[in-house]
């Protein structure tokens, strides 16, 4: 069974960063499709960026809303990924959850974090 336990979660000024982790435990998730999710107040979780191992590299995925703002990373040896998220804005506040796909395919997230949650105040 996987599990996956975020930090760095916090509250920033507009305009400020914050790097989120994601620790794994249970799996190497090396194969795994991995995600981070954000879920605002009164909102549905939206997808915000992903990796995927190709063999040779990885694959990123980002939202529109968070591209050239966040970016993705991954420590397979760790089995740790992050999100830096730097230029942050008010609109990004929400709880950040991480996600993990073992089918790879990167649409079946089965293993979800606890969520940490991000304010950005203007």
């Known amino acids: 069974q996987v599990q996956l336990l975020e930090s760095g979660g916090g509250s920033v000024q507009d305009g400020g960063s914050l790097r989120l982790s994601c620790a794994a435990s249970?799996?190497?998730?090396?194969?795994?499709?991995l995600g981070w999710f954000r879920q605002a107040p009164g909102k549905e979780r939206k997808f915000v960026a992903a990796?995927?191992?190709?063999?040779?590299?990885?694959?990123?995925y980002y939202s529109d809303s968070v591209k050239g703002r966040f970016t993705i990373s991954r420590d397979s040896a760790e089995n740790m990924m992050y999100l830096q998220m730097n230029n942050l804005k008010p609109e990004d506040t929400a709880v950040y959850y991480c996600a993990a796909d073992a089918s790879g395919g990167g649409t079946e997230f089965d293993f979800w974090g606890q969520g940490t949650q991000v304010t950005v105040s203007s």
């Open positions: 990796i995927s191992w190709t063999g040779t590299d990885d694959d990123r």
């Open positions: 249970g799996a190497t998730l090396t194969h795994y499709v």
